[in-house]
């Protein structure tokens, strides 16, 4: 079969086009990673469900395109990122490493580790390589001294880029004005306002846990080098695709395109394709650390929550369309997720009792209606529905929709196929009965039904729900969790 073209949006030409890699033998993307000074917090986190779904999808198509297999690489950020997005302020980690007194090589590796187990929860793959900025410093003071003749000037503070000699500088932003483009640190002796920093200069008397030699000092690189160097080094001066959150459509990636072209003294920006997931909001703003009292994932799992629903909250809204965070949202996907598996188990169980051979010709259909709504710009919103309408098909058998379900699984990552409806039910932290004692008291239950003392029944049954346990007669689970994740 002949998959449908995929046609992706481009925020460099704002306009969707038509992909096709530099190179068929391997597609080649590169998505800036965290800055692990604090936890993730979930609108942190939906840029790496809309990077998997990209990995996902160029994945699966790659046989029918005839595509080599994807490198993809995503960075750590240990290093080098300043306090505020705007290029201003102290550096996250050694803000973070003074406030805890901790090493800051101990909050990285924490820090590290607790977001790869995040991207574990969601079913995210782990990428080709990770790539850690502290491992290419030489490979960023070469890159910094290669630009610096044509490109950059010294202040006390540092080596700083002047981008006033590069083409088109900030046309990924959108033509912004300075209000909005030069949100860059005010420094006195800057060229131009929109000059940023290649290498922090560590001041007089500062005492900094990481700071190297460098030609300009020592000191620091800025964050934008990092992910320049890195991305050029593994997957070459050109690729074929960039991603990160639209935050980084406004300073970080012009500052990166900026870099680029000055090492290669032309025009290309470094990738063919720039792409940008929107805000998660919440109804009071854009969710930020800065904010303070932010949500990590790991908070809804200790409320009880899957994290493959908020995998699903993600994939129910268009990655470039603003994404409302509440209670509400969460829970209807949460409910969801919970019925797509009630389905798939169900499905599961009459095909091992009546196998049979699928129907391949009109599971064929909904394979490819898959794809041609995963091949307009990852609409997933639009591939949901065929999940459901295959599900629900009598006209195929349920081994056939079992095995419809293994396409919509490689480019959804829902694990619909494997997940159990036991491994959805999360134990809330704050519960204080054990799931021993909710199986004694619904046999207690089951005991005082059948001896139809029905008053004591019903005690039992309150009893458990004041204990945030949902009592499900009739159904085989028997029980859940009462989740009140509020509005």
Same mark, same amino acid.
């Given at each position: /079969?002949?998959?449908? %073209?995929?046609?992706?949006?481009?925020?460099?030409?704002?306009?969707?086009? #038509?992909?096709?890699?530099?190179?068929? !033998?391997?597609?080649?993307?590169?998505?800036?990673?965290?800055?692990?000074?604090?936890?993730?917090?979930?609108?942190?986190? *939906? !840029?790496?469900?809309?990077?998997?779904?990209?990995?996902?999808?160029?994945?699966?198509?790659? +046989?029918? /395109?005839?595509?080599?297999?994807?490198?993809?690489?995503?960075?750590?950020?240990?290093?080098?990122?300043?306090?505020?997005?705007?290029?201003?302020?102290?550096?996250?980690?050694?803000?973070?490493?003074?406030?805890?007194?901790?090493?800051?090589? &101990?909050?990285?590796?924490?820090?590290? $580790?607790?977001?790869?187990?995040?991207?574990?929860?969601?079913?995210?793959?782990?990428?080709?390589?990770?790539?850690?900025?502290?491992?290419?410093?030489?490979?960023?003071?070469?890159?910094?001294? $290669?630009?610096?003749?044509?490109?950059?000037?010294?202040?006390?503070?540092?080596?700083?880029?002047?981008?006033?000699?590069? %083409?088109?500088?900030?046309?990924?932003?959108?033509?912004?004005?300075?209000?909005?483009?030069? *949100?860059?640190?005010?420094?006195?002796?800057?060229?131009? *306002?929109?000059?940023?920093?290649?290498? #922090?200069?560590?001041? %007089?008397?500062?005492?900094?846990? /990481?700071?190297?030699?460098?030609?300009?000092?020592?000191?620091?690189?800025?964050?934008?080098?990092?992910?320049?160097?890195?991305?050029?080094?593994?997957? +070459?001066? $050109?690729?074929?695709?960039?991603?990160?959150?639209?935050?980084?459509?406004?300073?970080?990636?012009?500052?990166?395109?900026?870099?680029?072209?000055?090492?290669?003294?032309?025009?290309?920006?470094?990738?063919?394709?720039?792409?940008?997931?929107?805000?998660?909001?919440? #109804?009071?703003?854009?969710?930020?650390?800065?904010?303070?009292?932010?949500?990590?994932?790991?908070?809804?799992? &200790?409320?009880?929550?899957?994290?493959?629903?908020?995998?699903?909250?993600?994939?129910?809204?268009?990655?470039?369309?603003?994404?409302?965070?509440? +209670?509400?949202?969460? /829970?209807?996907?949460?409910? #969801?997720?919970?019925?797509?598996?009630?389905?798939?188990?169900?499905?599961?169980?009459?095909?091992?009792?009546?196998?049979?051979?699928?129907?391949?010709?009109?599971?064929?259909?909904?394979?490819?209606?898959?794809?041609?709504?995963?091949?307009?710009?990852?609409?997933? %919103?639009?591939?949901?529905?065929?999940?459901?309408?295959?599900?629900?098909?009598?006209?195929?058998?349920?081994?056939?929709?079992? !095995?419809?379900?293994?396409?919509?699984?490689?480019?959804?990552?829902?694990?619909?196929?494997?997940?159990?409806?036991?491994?959805?039910?999360?134990?809330?932290?704050?519960?204080?009965?054990?799931?021993?004692?909710?199986?004694?008291?619904?046999?207690? *239950?089951?005991?005082?039904?059948?001896?139809?003392?029905?008053?004591?029944?019903?005690?039992?049954?309150?009893?458990?729900?004041?204990?945030?346990?949902?009592?499900?007669?009739?159904?085989?689970?028997?029980?859940?969790?009462?989740?009140?994740?509020? +509005?």
């Amino acid at each position: /079969m002949t998959g449908a %073209p995929l046609d992706l949006y481009n925020s460099l030409t704002r306009r969707v086009d #038509r992909f096709a890699p530099i190179d068929a !033998a391997s597609v080649r993307v590169y998505s800036c990673g965290p800055t692990v000074y604090n936890y993730a917090h979930i609108g942190n986190l *939906r !840029a790496y469900v809309f990077t998997d779904t990209l990995s996902r999808v160029l994945t699966w198509k790659a +046989g029918d /395109m005839g595509w080599g297999p994807l490198t993809h690489v995503i960075n750590i950020t240990d290093v080098g990122h300043l306090t505020s997005d705007a290029d201003a302020g102290d550096d996250k980690m050694e803000a973070a490493a003074r406030a805890s007194a901790k090493s800051i090589w &101990d909050i990285a590796a924490h820090y590290t $580790q607790a977001f790869k187990q995040n991207l574990a929860d969601l079913n995210i793959r782990a990428p080709s390589r990770w790539s850690v900025a502290t491992d290419h410093i030489a490979d960023m003071i070469a890159f910094a001294g $290669q630009i610096a003749p044509g490109h950059c000037y010294e202040l006390d503070s540092g080596l700083y880029f002047d981008v006033s000699t590069v %083409p088109d500088y900030g046309a990924l932003a959108g033509g912004q004005d300075d209000a909005a483009e030069g *949100r860059i640190d005010a420094v006195a002796g800057k060229r131009n *306002r929109q000059d940023f920093a290649i290498w #922090r200069t560590s001041p %007089p008397g500062e005492n900094r846990q /990481m700071e190297w030699d460098s030609p300009w000092g020592r000191g620091a690189p800025g964050w934008h080098l990092e992910c320049s160097v890195m991305s050029k080094k593994y997957l +070459g001066a $050109q690729f074929d695709i960039h991603t990160g959150g639209i935050d980084h459509r406004e300073i970080h990636h012009p500052n990166e395109i900026a870099q680029n072209q000055a090492h290669c003294d032309c025009t290309e920006t470094g990738a063919n394709w720039w792409m940008h997931n929107n805000f998660l909001v919440e #109804r009071a703003g854009k969710m930020s650390k800065s904010a303070g009292g932010f949500t990590t994932l790991q908070s809804l799992i &200790d409320k009880g929550v899957h994290p493959l629903a908020y995998r699903l909250m993600c994939l129910s809204a268009h990655y470039r369309s603003e994404l409302e965070f509440s +209670g509400e949202t969460l /829970m209807a996907s949460v409910t #969801r997720l919970k019925r797509l598996a009630m389905t798939v188990s169900a499905l599961r169980d009459r095909a091992a009792a009546a196998p049979d051979a699928p129907s391949a010709e009109r599971a064929l259909g909904y394979r490819e209606r898959l794809d041609q709504a995963v091949s307009d710009d990852l609409n997933t %919103p639009r591939a949901l529905p065929v999940l459901d309408e295959m599900l629900a098909d009598k006209k195929l058998s349920p081994a056939a929709r079992i !095995a419809a379900l293994a396409d919509f699984d490689a480019v959804l990552g829902l694990d619909l196929a494997m997940i159990t409806r036991e491994a959805l039910r999360v134990r809330p932290t704050a519960a204080t009965i054990t799931t021993e004692e909710i199986a004694r008291r619904l046999a207690e *239950r089951r005991e005082a039904r059948a001896d139809k003392d029905f008053a004591r029944s019903d005690a039992i049954r309150d009893a458990l729900t004041a204990a945030g346990v949902e009592v499900m007669d009739g159904d085989p689970l028997g029980w859940d969790w009462r989740l009140t994740l509020g +509005g």
